[in-house]
């Protein structure tokens, strides 16, 4: 069935509740309402109130309940409403959800899946286009995983759903609508440690995920053949398919990283220090990096000018080629 | 020893019933005629205000805007509470404050349409921009208050949150900062009995907000946040005797939020036309006129001209924030830091 | 219509005065003579455990170590308060509450001596391991009681935690949670009157924990956390309650810290002798054996007996966590993922 | 006079305090206990109850009031008492520290400094050996520093106090009294973009921050002049000073990072990516990270074999020089 991401997320988490009655969802405004973005339409008319959980208006109280249900044989999804707003949960992450097996020499492990609708582009308040995959993967003991497109949402939550580790699910919300793909009922998983080549290419690397993958195949279209483009998605941050990425930087001996966060000390760096480590010697030019700005990202009027576009990622093909 | 029991007082303080009858003369606050109709025109003001926002949001003139509706005697009552050397703390939703200490209404409707430029809050008002995450400014108001008190200033802060607000740590921590430090400041929760989708009943499990002034050990009180009497009254009481050192109160308005949460919002969802009605039926701006045209100072002739007057300023608003320059792109690198990093500065050209 | 008035008792319950005395009869609970004695035994135990850990760590062959002295009441009488079946959720100074769970004792000092394998908890006890971030392991528990409740589990989450904690946003945030999802768990709050070098009167302005039970809606009582009955009688009617899905309680176990903070800090600092040996005087375990000996149960041999049986288990216990193998370094590396992923399992070669 | 850390950040505290009624000290045991780790010994005896303030237990309550207090015209500073409590911190300074001069449009700034406890190697308790310069450098809107000794640890606070942004002050808590240096009496300042380089060198330029310089230094010693060593100081992280780092790379065209925070997304990671994009063609090996592992700071039994130590660091040199 063609669906969009909303629904291929909600498709999953349906089917993966009715598999394992210890999955239950929490969050804010997810029951009755649906959500504010409605990928939990319906799960409560279908669940009921005791796994699909409106909470009170309280970040740490959700992740943190959460931590603890985990460790007593639930498998919770929490819910937060906004990137913007899961900071306040990084201490119960970092303190807890990624150190609970460790501190407890594996006694108790804590497989929850947090789902943060993820990165701007929505022309949404203050607070709504925050991308903070740079601190998650940053946070040992946890992973971190980002879809691209309808297809392979459903297959890397449901994958996120049965890990046994707690996974920082970033859902590309302005996406959630854009994209439709045909997505099968049945059931499929998509492995947690590998990248996928979306188009095979020998002059040039490009690495984006999430939602920055559709902007890379519009700006790669627009070159309409000039490079040959290999464009790697990475949709799973940590652990990171690290041999795709140096197989194909190799290969072109050209790269460029897209990453709408705030360039310092991003995700993009990483992948850099990972190009350096493994395929220095293969780099014909710098890597590029194409990234927001090192400023909040600016209210919807200009907001478009702060996020990676297709302008910004033709130039820095073009540089890495002419380098 | 045995200690003495804690009690508090959870019945809700009213004067002007939903009649529009005073029910508590001993306590109405001394207001000349100009002074109630001042109330009067401000609360008509920001309904017309709101109408206006949530139409040209239909019309994708404006982006994801909070009304207020329902909620103008707690905000207009207490905005009036305050005087203009103490400071106002808001969260999303006080539009009704703003306009009453005089914010200038095209920048708000800048603000919401998504321009940055629109929170550049006047020199003479003393307010925070409008906070988003939720309780979030509540401790930056305690450390307002707080630096008032250090400094020595005469100079009171006001906070402003939700119902919603108060399950936050935000709301504990701060709250308990300020009993301990005994700052001069007022928490005023709009209990408008829903945080989104979510019920009163369903955020805490405590029957009031104000009970929860007790975990501090500061004031709680409950009133009618729908009569602006009350709320007027209340708030002034708790700001005199924050400014007296006598320090913090939590006030629980009790209201209603007669729109959807946001223009994104869709409360058929969740809630009944029957609970919404029930609420219209205290609307606090028809209570005032109803008191005013008993009293005689309201007649249509009245009506026309503050609604026309509304109007006027609404419109003029919606004008000259519409032909207002766009923002420059290359603003959005300004005041960051005072001096832009070489890094920033690099990105900055490199944007150009 | 006008509501009832919220009250709430801050009367401290007790039942064994200072003087080993019962002074509340009717709630004494039953307990056989046997009963009794384990109380002592165990707190005789936790005693002596607690003096070795502060010896060993003066010399060396220990860390930073949060001493529980003064507080075995609160401890053991709450421990024993709970079953098998339910879980456990401790701060870092609840070394009581482990032993009277039969958790090895070597193990303790094998964590506290900065060996994470002392935290591998036995099967067949249901704890969380230590929570070094003060109150951050308030909600754990709660979703712990959660996950009970939801799996129609007869089981109910306790868990512990000091006056400090009350001030974070996560001990808000969750006890908040647990009155509204009406979850099995028992909060009990240690005010042992200091938070290190603050008071409790700096660190709230409320005057007692307790009264904070109202914010949430839940029930909150006062206890003589130095009074071994009282603590048990208490806890032992919460963990029913709890059991019975009749909803959490905030027990604030009224008792004082006798020792430093941890062997990292120097009391002397911030607290007058005079205060701390005011304390003394209400030590909880000269109290249980002044009753005791009253009652028949007590006398010098049996005294030597208990002494000499806790010295033997923790000589025993020392000698084990002392000669136990090294921890191997490459084993950081375990336990981090159920599976090491690809960067992990390279710097684990790098490292060998 | 000859002084640790503590002691000349102790008394940076002083004289700032003398010099600026606005400047005041909260945290949690700082007043007449003098701090966990004695830094504000005497202050409280010398300045009082309103200047130097014990707070409740209620680590964003120190931030968020702080924030507070700065815009209202207070020179806060704040201190969390280890970096592992700095989490639940972190919202409020991402959300409105770093954005209240934006969101204001300049009419209001947040001129704290948040002092910070850094980093391991005090055989203490779980979460008190946290480096999380990495969260903090990619956050916009506040200055990151980190002083190596008791001589910059002085002028670099007392240029964070009279910085109008905020600054996250990060304190190397393992050498707080492992260093003693001559530090004046008088008044001096560091400016906050400047690296220090420590030694001089052609072969390998060897850049750290804050505790891991004394290693460095007691490595690049025992290597006895093998190799021409230049190392790097970089005290402030950000804005940091990439000219001196780019102008010693070109020079030795080979380069060790020396981070003691967990490998992936580290701080390392950007220095590398500002390596790439400036001076990729001076390399003549990879850029070599010695990190700490993407585990949780293991407990002191094992905490050494952790942290970055001499012979990490040379085994990095020489893969740098043997490349
Ligand atoms: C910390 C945080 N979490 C979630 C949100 C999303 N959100 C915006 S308003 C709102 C409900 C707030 O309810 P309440 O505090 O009662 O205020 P009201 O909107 O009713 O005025 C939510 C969940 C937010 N802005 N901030
Ligand atoms: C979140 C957090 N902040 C600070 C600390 C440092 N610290 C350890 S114990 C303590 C005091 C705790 O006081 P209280 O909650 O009363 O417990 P007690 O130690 O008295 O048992 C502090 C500040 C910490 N461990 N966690
Ligand atoms: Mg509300
Ligand atoms: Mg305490």
Redesign the interface.
């Known amino acids: 069935m063609k669906m969009n991401l909303v629904q291929a997320i909600g498709l999953a988490l349906t089917q993966e509740m009715e598999n394992d009655p210890s999955v239950i969802l929490l969050g ?2 997810i ?4 959500g ?1 973005f409605r990928v939990t339409e319906g799960l409560w008319q279908q669940f009921g109130d005791n796994r699909v959980i ?8 959700i992740i943190a309940t959460s931590i603890g249900l985990a460790i007593a044989g639930m498998k919770p999804i929490p819910e937060v409403q906004f990137d ?2 899961s900071l ?1 949960m990084l201490d119960q992450i970092y303190n807890h959800a990624g150190r609970m097996r460790k501190r407890s020499q594996g006694k108790y492990h804590v497989p929850l899946v947090f789902r943060v609708p993820h990165g701007g582009g929505i ?6 286009s925050e991308s903070l995959e740079a601190f998650f993967t940053h946070i040992p003991g946890i992973k971190v995983v980002t879809p691209s497109g309808p297809y392979n949402a459903k297959g890397l939550l449901v994958s996120s759903i049965r890990d046994p580790d707690p996974v920082v699910f970033l859902e590309p919300k302005r996406i959630y609508r854009a994209i439709k793909e045909e997505v099968p009922e049945e059931e499929y998983t998509i492995p947690l440690n590998k990248a996928e080549i979306r188009q095979e290419g020998s002059d040039v690397t490009v690495i984006a995920w999430g939602a920055m993958q559709k902007i890379v195949k519009e700006a790669v279209e627009k070159l309409a053949g000039k490079y040959s483009v290999e464009i790697l998605d990475l949709l799973t941050l940590y652990p990171v398919d690290r041999n795709t990425i140096i197989d194909s930087v190799k290969k072109t001996g050209r790269c460029v990283v897209v990453q709408e966060a705030p ?2 000390c991003g995700y993009g760096a990483e992948l850099i220090a990972t190009i350096n480590d493994k395929a220095l010697l293969s780099l014909e030019a710098p890597v590029q990096r194409v990234t927001g ?4 990202v ?6 478009n ?2 996020i990676p576009d297709v302008t910004r990622i033709n130039k820095a093909i073009e540089a890495a080629m002419s380098f | 020893m ?10 809700i303080f009213q004067i002007l019933n939903e009649d529009g009858k005073i029910v508590n003369t001993k306590e109405m606050p001394q207001l000349k005629n100009d002074d109630i109709k001042r109330m009067y025109e401000l609360m008509v003001l920001a309904r017309v205000f709101d109408d206006t926002a949530l139409k040209l949001q239909r019309e994708g003139r404006m ?2 805007y909070a009304s207020l509706q329902g909620q103008e005697a707690a905000q207009i009552g207490s905005a009036l509470a305050f005087q203009k050397n103490d ?1 106002f703390v808001p969260s ?1 939703r006080e539009n009704g404050v703003f306009i009453t200490v005089n914010y200038p209404l095209d920048m708000l409707y800048q ?1 919401w ?5 629109g ?3 006047p ?1 003479d008002i003393n307010a ?9 400014q509540i ?10 008190k ?2 020595g200033r005469d100079s009171v ?1 006001v906070v402003y949150f939700g119902d ?2 108060t ?8 709250a ?2 300020a ?4 700052v001069p400041c007022v928490f005023i929760c709009q209990n408008n009995q829903w ?4 019920p009163f009943k ?6 009031t907000v104000a ?2 002034a ?5 004031e709680g009180v409950r009133v009618d946040g729908n009569d602006v009497f009350a709320v007027f009254k209340i708030v002034k009481d708790a700001v005199a005797k924050a400014r007296a050192g006598k ?1 913090p109160t939590l006030i629980e308005c009790v209201t209603y939020r007669l729109q959807h949460h946001t223009t ?2 869709d409360w058929t ?2 809630r009944t036309p029957e609970e919404v009605d029930m609420w219209k039926r205290k609307d606090p701006i028809a209570r005032l006129k109803k008191y005013m045209e008993d009293e005689g100072i309201w007649n249509e002739a009245y009506e026309m001209q503050v609604l026309n007057d509304a109007k006027a300023k609404v419109s003029e608003a919606t004008k000259k924030f519409e032909s207002a320059e ?2 420059k ?1 290359i ?8 001096e832009l ?4 500065e690099e ?2 050209k490199d ?1 150009e």
Chains 1, 4 share one sequence.
Do not use: C
Request: aromatic letters at 12%.
């Open positions: 804010e405004d029951g009755e309402d649906g504010v409106d909470t009170p208006l309280a970040e740490v109280g913007g707003f306040p022309r949404a308040l203050e607070h709504h360039r310092t700005y090192d400023i909040p600016p209210l919807p009027k200009l907001e000018y702060y | 045995p200690k003495d029991d804690i009690k508090i007082d959870l019945d982006l994801t400071w999303y603000y349409a998504g321009d940055e430029r929170m550049k809050i020199d925070l921009p409008v906070a988003i995450p939720v309780g979030s401790p930056h108001a305690v450390g307002i208050a707080w630096a008032n250090l400094m802060a919603g607000a399950s936050k740590g935000d709301f504990h921590e701060g308990n900062f009993g301990v430090f005994q945080a989104i989708s979510v369903k955020q805490t499990h405590a029957e009970q929860k007790i975990a501090y050990g500061i320090g994104a919002d969802k969740y766009p923002p792109p603003d959005m690198f300004t005041n960051v830091y005072e990093p070489p890094e920033i990105q900055r944007f």
